[in-house]
DNA sequence: AGTTTAAGTCAGCGTTGTTGACATTCCAAG
DNA sequence: CTTGGAATGTCAACAACGCTGACTTAAACT
């Protein structure tokens, strides 16, 4: 409307300026990302009995082994009651295995098997290679800006959760 | 794995490289921030007997007024069946009104009602808010970046489609 | 006239959220 | 030491919203 890139305008104002429009193109362009994002997974869990849910809970806990029922359903975002339908398919299936906690035994901590790693690596397998064409695309510059509106759009609390999980990294 | 930032190495190629633990923080970024994303219009609709199918039907029909049921079935990349059960309540509620087609009879064009366009405009300022704020936090470069990969992510016939849009914008 | 297309409906199922009820374990206060 | 509460995890039932499949109606195309 009116302007695209009229306006260097007002001092350093001007860059915080945001239509209503410029807005909406994010909020559509998240939404068709997102599900573009969760395309290539999703193919390959409704060839299995799986689906979204159990490749969230693999993630974490490839990504954190030994982290218990109750971290998990936290950095998830959902009941335990929801996890724990997951869980079990999983742990049913060979794929995770649940041990009780030395210390605290109301605890169980969770831990890929073999099997739940070769699905795992199947999986961020072909969403790395998402990402990996969309960052070589993008190129570096804009990798870093959107990181940053990521990061600018998490609740505070995932935010927390987020930031521990990068110092973890690698 | 094995490295995290060992190498500026090889020519241009050093920014091109990419380490599965930088594209696994992507991966959660991603994952994090769509949660924030949809956080504050799901908060809204659970309040009513609505949920985020309905947010999304009632955004594009205000984004493109008098579409047909076709189109935005292809946009949301949903069936019939699933869009009908969304779109039925809506009409029932009195929030969408359908137009039989004048040039094809068979077609139904889709409007919002006044209450309906009161609806998106509540939740569509929950989810602006949330965006200008990233948008603020993260600075205008860092926005641009931040649409550029999202782009790059989408599957290219949403590509399309969400180019359309930004064509036809506002 | 016969085929295709747009839209809608009904029935049924799977995944994944939810709440409610319950068992087990730990810990701290009496 | 016992008892009561908090934390952890499990089982059951329900709702939202995807899906497939089968079918109808009406209009358009050929």
Redesign the pocket.
């Known amino acids: 409307m009116s302007d695209g890139r009229s306006g260097q305008s007002f001092s350093g104002e001007s860059l915080l300026f945001l239509t209503d429009e410029q807005l909406r193109q994010g909020i559509e362009a998240m939404f068709f990302a997102y599900r573009g994002f969760t395309a290539d997974p999703d193919r390959i869990?409704s060839e299995m009995?799986?689906?979204?849910?159990?490749?969230?809970a693999v993630h974490f806990i490839n990504r954190a082994p030994g982290t218990?029922?109750?971290n998990l359903?936290t950095i998830?975002?959902?009941?335990?009651?929801?996890?724990?339908?997951?869980?079990?398919t999983l742990i049913g299936d060979g794929l995770v295995e649940?041990r009780v906690?030395t210390?605290?035994?109301?605890?169980?901590?969770l831990f890929l098997t073999e099997h739940g790693h070769a699905l795992e690596a199947t999986l961020s397998d072909a969403q790395r290679a998402r990402m990996r064409s969309a960052y070589k695309d993008a190129g570096p510059e804009a990798v870093q800006g959107f990181k940053r509106v990521l990061e600018a759009m998490m609740d505070a609390d995932m935010r927390r959760a987020y930031g521990k999980m990068r110092e973890t990294g690698s």
Chains 1, 2 share one sequence.
């Open positions: 869990l009995a799986y689906g979204r849910a159990h490749h969230r218990t029922v109750n359903l998830l975002g959902v009941t335990k009651q929801s996890l724990n339908r997951v869980l079990r649940s906690g210390v605290d035994k109301r605890e169980r901590h």
